[in-house]
């Protein structure tokens, strides 16, 4: 056998190990299969170093590849013995791998393994099982190495029972000593029961697998979406930064322009006028020489000759002094254009907030929202604080407690002039900006007030500058004894109790304000579900106006009462 084994290498190509197919022999003595070899050197070629795969002996140039006849038809002569070629290397058991129990010297890979014999058999071993009637009973498995796991540590018995009360294999035997009177099935019954089980969880895996896949090829879309989106974006905004800074340099030269030809217009004016003067003044330098010498003049009958032929002064063009406008030339244009950039700034300052707001926002993921919060404890996590702005005060309005207090006045305040100053009502709104999730309470003393949000861009004078009497905000009403909520002159009644203290809530981006009457309890007021679509700032409106009425914007700080629960 062991002369045959011998004989099989032989005649192996070293490269497929298989039996040499149409063999070549080269140069170095080895034998290939000409495909083999072939393939081989084609993966060479752009080396151009040809070897041999056994000896590594070099041939340039490449060698032609003959058939070696000999060789070939002793190869046919093997095959038709009805022998095989010897196990390829990858058959042999590795360490990796269960190995044949019955195989000597060189284990190889086993085939199969017997629950009853708990052995591993290699194919050439196995045939017995599959031949002899004998082993019809067995039972056959994938190779596995844990085959003495299935033997009872305590009975050395094969384990074919499964106890569900202990939830773990017995045998027989244990099943009528400790495990008596547990319920006890067959290891195959269990199994048919959790194969079950295991085959719904695989259809559920399966479901999601195609799920996520599903998800995968979404989410690998919307990346190249958002790719593209944020590509034409930046071109987008590029081109509109350009156009801008086109714009503000094409008024920059216009402005210069208009200076220098007003300056041209001026200074020729200047220069008439000079020319004017001076051609007087030697006009009158002349008159004057004339004037000096008839005056020197001895003879009285000449001078009175002289005295008559005199022609008479020619008026003056000008007035006795020339005067000039105050000396700020174009200084006033450089005010008016310091003014714009100061309105400018502001205006892309507000601008920029809604720009960072709308880049903010861009939300692909659809992940569920935060809850809103629960108890007073929670509302204080958002807790913003705010400060009004002097600039948008009515001027009977009187600001303190640094910007967080406001107070009716009986007299009006010396506020400058401002475009952005609220002047038909007694409102007043908050210098920063309101964004993400913010919360603050206001409390209040008089005859009545609203607890307001609002966009900036509405009227700051006409009757729809009312805080909730345009589309722009939204109020909460509330006076001595009722409360009613106004947004687009739409009036709601949200309750007949006295409120002296509002909280307020703002989800910007879920478009949600809630309203909340605040004392030893949280009461939900009145709750709106909108969509914001500009960045919003808070206001208060006195309404039944009186002298000492105020709203004050209230610190929050945590105390032992905050675990007071919404109701």
Same mark, same amino acid.
């Given at each position: 056998m062991a002369g045959v084994q011998l004989h099989r290498e032989t005649f192996s190509c070293s490269i497929c190990l298989d039996l040499l197919k149409d063999p070549v022999a080269l140069n170095c003595g080895h034998s290939f299969c000409k495909n083999c070899i072939k393939d081989h050197w084609d993966s060479e070629e752009q080396k151009r170093i040809y070897s041999c795969p056994q000896c590594r002996e070099i041939f340039t140039p490449r060698p032609e590849l003959k058939k070696n006849t000999?060789?070939?038809?002793?190869?046919?002569?093997?095959?038709?013995?009805?022998?095989?070629?010897?196990?390829?290397?990858?058959?042999? *058991? &590795?360490? +990796?791998? %269960? *190995?044949?129990? !019955?195989?000597? &010297?060189?284990?190889?890979?086993a085939l199969m393994s017997c629950l009853v014999c708990l052995v591993s058999y290699c194919e050439e071993h196995l045939q017995p099982h599959h031949q002899s009637p004998a082993f019809k009973k067995h039972k056959l498995v994938e190779p596995s190495k844990n085959l003495q796991e299935n033997i009872c540590p305590h009975h050395n018995k094969m384990m074919d029972l499964f106890c569900?009360?202990?939830?773990?294999?017995?045998?027989?035997?244990?099943?009528?000593? +400790?495990?008596?009177?547990?319920?006890?099935?067959?290891?195959a019954a269990e199994r048919t029961h959790k194969q079950r089980d295991l085959d719904l969880s695989r259809e559920e895996i399966q479901q999601r697998l195609q799920d996520r896949d599903r998800d995968v090829k979404v989410l690998q879309q919307e990346r190249k979406t958002l790719t593209l989106s944020a590509d034409k974006?930046? +071109?987008?905004?590029?081109?509109? !930064?350009?156009?801008?800074?086109?714009?503000?340099?094409?008024?920059?030269?216009?402005?210069?322009?208009?200076?220098?030809?007003k300056l041209d217009?001026?200074?020729?004016?200047?220069?008439? *006028?000079?020319?004017?003067?001076?051609?007087?003044? =030697?006009?009158?330098?002349?008159? +004057? *020489?004339?004037l000096k010498q008839l005056s020197l003049t001895h003879d009285h009958n000449q001078f009175l000759l002289n005295y008559r032929s005199l022609s008479a002064l020619s008026p003056s063009t000008h007035s006795s002094t020339i005067h000039v406008r105050p000396l700020r030339h174009f200084e006033d244009v450089t005010v008016a254009v310091a003014k714009v950039r100061g309105q400018l700034q502001d205006f892309l300052t507000e601008m920029w907030t809604n720009i960072s707001l709308a880049v903010a926002e861009v939300d692909v993921l659809l992940t569920e929202p935060e809850p809103e919060p629960k108890t007073r404890a929670e509302f204080f996590r958002y807790s913003q604080e705010i400060k009004l702005d002097p600039n948008t005060a009515q001027t009977r309005l009187l600001l303190s407690e640094g910007n967080r207090k406001v107070t009716t006045m009986d007299k009006n305040q010396s506020y400058p002039d401002? /475009?952005? #100053?609220? /002047?038909?009502?007694?409102?007043?709104?908050?210098?920063?900006?309101? =964004? &993400?999730?913010?919360?603050?309470?206001?409390?209040? /003393? &008089?005859?009545?007030?609203s607890v307001a949000l609002t966009y900036k861009n509405f009227s700051r004078s006409g009757p729809e500058s009312l805080f909730g009497y345009n589309d722009k905000s939204w109020a909460l009403y509330c006076y001595q004894n009722r409360c009613? !909520? %106004?947004?687009?002159?739409?009036? $709601?009644? %949200?309750?007949?109790?006295?409120?002296?203290?509002?909280?307020?809530?703002?989800?910007? #981006?879920?478009?949600?304000?809630? !309203?909340?009457?605040?004392?030893? $309890?949280?009461?939900?007021?009145?709750?709106?579900?909108? =969509?914001f679509t500009e960045t919003l700032y808070a206001g208060v409106c006195f309404l039944c106006f009186s002298p000492g009425d105020t709203a004050e914007f209230c610190k929050l700080k945590s105390s032992g009462v905050l675990s007071a629960a919404v109701s």
């Open positions: 000999m060789l070939a038809d002793l190869v046919e002569e093997l095959k038709k013995t009805g022998l095989h070629t010897a196990p390829a290397h990858h058959c042999y *058991a &590795g360490a +990796e791998d %269960v *190995a044949c129990d !019955f195989c000597t &010297g060189r284990k190889l890979k569900r009360t202990d939830k773990q294999c017995i045998c027989s035997l244990c099943s009528v000593d +400790e495990h008596k009177d547990h319920d006890t099935v067959s290891a974006a930046v +071109e987008d905004t590029d081109e509109s !930064f350009a156009e801008m800074m086109l714009l503000l340099q094409r008024r920059s030269s216009d402005v210069k322009q208009q200076i220098r030809s217009t001026e200074a020729r004016r200047v220069r008439d *006028a000079e020319e004017k003067l001076q051609q007087e003044i =030697t006009e009158l330098k002349k008159r +004057e *020489a004339e401002r /475009t952005d #100053r609220l /002047t038909r009502y007694y409102q007043v709104m908050s210098k920063e900006s309101l =964004t &993400g999730r913010c919360y603050w309470e206001v409390e209040w /003393t &008089g005859g009545g007030v009613l !909520f %106004v947004h687009n002159n739409i009036k $709601t009644d %949200v309750s007949d109790v006295t409120v002296s203290r509002v909280g307020v809530y703002l989800d910007h #981006r879920a478009g949600l304000l809630s !309203f909340y009457r605040v004392s030893d $309890t949280m009461t939900l007021l009145h709750k709106v579900q909108t =969509t």
